[in-house]
């Protein structure tokens, strides 16, 4: 592709298969330094990325020579390789089918980056914007449910 400008953000979420706790301190350290990897290989930049128990939340921006279903495919796939093949874990780990992706203007990033930063507090204290939790669709979010 011949150069262009782009400035595209993008916040995934994606969840573990049958949405179980499976994401340890252990398990999340090496889903994070995975995914990482599989960005800076794919020239993504990540701007936030956090795990919790049950599900990830990462803004990225990602190049528009990459389909962004290519995009979530490799990096949900190496991570959950990695994990299998190098933690002994008591049953194998895996992401549930398909993800959630919203675009982000560049005037939301702050907002969306303390978001994800915050999730261990927000699911504990449950202040949780409906719009970017979503993994599967239900439809549009309607507005008093935005966060």
């Keep these: 592709m011949s150069k262009i400008y782009w400035q595209l953000f993008y916040h995934f979420v994606w969840k573990t298969k049958n949405r179980l706790p499976l994401i340890s301190e252990e398990v999340g350290e090496t889903v994070l330094?995975?995914?990482r990897r599989k960005c800076d290989d794919l020239a993504c930049t990540i701007y936030a990325i956090e795990t919790v128990s049950d599900h990830?939340?990462?803004l990225?921006?990602?190049p528009p020579s990459i389909s962004l279903s290519d995009f979530i495919m490799?990096?949900?796939g190496a991570s959950s390789h990695l994990v299998n093949h190098?933690?002994?874990?008591?049953?194998?780990?895996s992401w549930q089918r398909g993800c959630g992706v919203l675009t982000i203007s560049g005037r939301e990033k702050?907002?969306?980056i303390e978001y994800i930063?915050?999730?261990?507090?927000r699911h504990e204290s449950?202040?949780?914007?409906a719009s970017l939790e979503c993994t599967e669709s239900d439809g549009p979010v309607p507005e008093e449910r935005r966060g």
């Design 86 to 93: 190098s933690l002994e874990l008591e049953s194998p780990f």
């Design 126 to 129: 449950g202040e949780l914007w």
């Design 110 to 112: 702050p907002r969306v």
């Design 74 to 76: 490799n990096v949900k």
């Design 117 to 121: 930063q915050s999730q261990q507090r």
């Design 33 to 35: 330094r995975c995914i």
């Design 56 to 58: 990830v939340h990462m």
């Design 60 to 62: 990225v921006s990602v």
